[in-house]
């Protein structure tokens, strides 16, 4: 039986493998903060080192068409604010953050595309 998380599940392992073949390298996947009572969670799908060393935040998203605006179309403000605590939350971890973007790899039906710099912080 095919679910939306083994959907979901494939398109991240797709969107993963694009992105190492244009020499991105994985740094860690599906990285979650845990939301207390009165904030939600965050996560992020896929976190990659680009060439030039920036730490690259990934959403992945997937459709089975471009309806009603697509897959990027789907990433909602809140979404995109969870993602960015997220992401913030694991720069804490690290001694000096290194230059950071947020990307987007849409999937829509068999049609794959990498978004860089798809949104910032603010």
Same mark, same amino acid.
């Given at each position: 039986m095919v679910t939306t998380k083994t959907l979901g599940d494939a398109g991240e392992a797709r969107a993963l493998a694009h992105l190492e073949r244009a020499g991105l390298r994985l740094v860690q996947r599906n990285y979650?903060?845990?939301?207390?009572?009165?904030r939600r969670a965050g996560e992020v799908d896929l976190i990659m080192r680009d060439r030039d060393g920036t730490l690259?935040?990934?959403?992945?998203? =997937?459709? =089975?068409?471009?309806a009603h605006g697509g897959a990027a179309a789907s990433i909602s403000? &809140?979404?995109r604010e969870r993602i960015v605590r997220a992401a913030q939350h694991f720069l804490l971890?690290? @001694?000096s953050p @290194? @230059?950071?973007?947020?990307d987007?790899? &849409?999937?829509?039906?068999d049609r794959l595309?990498?978004?860089?710099a798809a949104f910032d912080l603010g």
């Open positions: 979650r903060l845990a939301g207390g009572p009165h690259v935040f990934v959403e992945v998203r =997937r459709r =089975r068409s471009v403000w &809140a979404k971890r690290l @001694p @290194p @230059p950071c973007r947020f987007v790899v &849409a999937i829509d039906g595309e990498w978004l860089r």
